[in-house]
């Protein structure tokens, strides 16, 4: 392996956490979050009203333990309910499995540029980063992920489809990535926070893999695809009970309220709200990428999430100027020069109403 495509930390003390860096910060108003990656319906009707209703109810203790509502997500994946644990949001648990996994001087495998969350899991428990970089396409590279596994290895980290640059892995692929890891007993993984909007969901859908493999964790949200940040609802599944088990050892059993329990009963078996995504995101996906592989002016990358990488191709443009020209038209894009192993030359913006990309198109393909 090329040592200059590996970063791996050389940690004497325990460094400190970056998460603040990744916290949300107020939106202008009368401005269009195309950088949130949200469904642009927004939080369902029925949704809306069970939380409502709920709200009345909401002087008495929940049950803690959810039996219902994990019940109703081992149903709907075909597992049993010691598969599957809920949490405060996908970070919420993903901050658990450090504590699970990662001790001091573990290293732990993943690609970037990714989610944020990943490096300041690792940090905060006293691990390793062994960070690869992607394909020149942006994509995983699986022979330089397996290379770069040692007897250090405690975990290897898939973010699928992978934010910030919206590519995906197939199932087949997983099955490498976890043949692998099981010999060397190292966890995989997988944040599938996007994986609702790919048109090709029931080919990297990992879940059915927790029936052959029990050292895969499966990490989902009802943030970005059910446009319910502020509930803070996310659920893991494994075929591992006893990891079901540590997670729980570790949890605090209020971590869930009551309101966002209801809302997770309903917004899954909202099938109508569920379709009409669907629909919507592929429709204007393929489209918006049309239109950006018709410019001279810009690369885009084949997306599967609902939203889209591109880099600039035109020197005398940059991707802050790019975000200063979107605010001005209302509309708030991702400036990706934080990201590892991208630069001022990228921006990612997420997938909305045929009106809202309608603006962005004219915003960002007029030459000015």
């Given at each position: 392996m090329n040592v200059e495509c590996l970063l791996r930390d050389s940690m004497k003390t325990k460094p400190k956490s970056n998460r603040g860096a990744r916290q949300k910060t107020s939106t202008p108003k009368n401005v269009t979050r195309m950088n949130y990656n949200e469904n642009p319906y927004g939080m369902s009707d029925e949704v809306k009203k069970a939380v409502t209703d709920a709200s009345l109810n909401s002087y008495m203790y929940q049950d803690f333990y959810a039996v219902d509502f994990k019940k109703q997500l081992a149903d709907l994946y075909g597992l049993t309910v010691d598969h599957v644990c809920i949490g405060a949001g996908s970070s919420a648990i993903i901050d658990m499995l450090g504590e699970v996994f990662i001790n001091y001087g573990d290293e732990v495998v993943y690609c970037a540029p990714t989610y944020e969350a990943f490096p300041d899991m690792v940090s905060d428990n006293g691990g390793v980063r062994v960070v690869l970089p992607l394909t020149d396409d942006y994509c995983y590279d699986l022979d330089a992920m397996l290379a770069a596994i040692t007897d250090k290895?405690?975990?290897?980290?898939?973010?699928n489809p992978n934010n910030p640059t919206s590519s995906c892995i197939t199932s087949t692929d997983m099955r490498r990535i976890l043949d692998a890891c099981k010999e060397y007993d190292i966890y995989v993984m997988v944040d599938e926070t996007y994986v609702e909007f790919a048109e090709n969901m029931e080919e990297i859908d990992?879940?059915?893999?927790?029936?052959?493999?029990n050292n895969i964790v499966i990490l989902r949200g009802t943030s970005k695809f059910f446009a319910a940040p502020g509930l803070r609802l996310g659920y893991a599944i494994t075929g591992n009970r006893d990891l079901i088990k540590a997670i729980n050892t570790r949890k605090n059993p209020w971590t869930i309220n009551s309101l966002a329990v209801v809302a997770g009963e309903t917004m899954f078996s909202d099938t109508a709200y569920i379709k009409e995504t669907k629909d919507l995101i592929t429709k204007e996906r393929a489209r918006m990428y049309q239109a950006f592989c018709e410019s001279p002016d810009y690369?885009?990358?084949?997306?599967?999430?609902?939203?889209?990488?591109?880099?600039?191709?035109?020197?005398?443009?940059?991707?802050?100027e790019l975000f200063d020209r979107a605010i001005r038209e209302k509309m708030m894009i991702r400036d990706c020069s934080t990201f590892p192993f991208l630069d001022n030359k990228y921006i990612r913006f997420c997938i909305m109403n045929p009106e809202d990309n309608d603006r962005l198109l004219h915003c960002l393909l007029n030459n000015e």
């Open positions: 290895t405690k975990m290897v980290i898939v973010c990992s879940v059915p893999l927790t029936n052959y493999y690369k885009v990358y084949k997306p599967s999430g609902n939203f889209m990488l591109v880099r600039i191709l035109r020197n005398d443009l940059t991707s802050q």
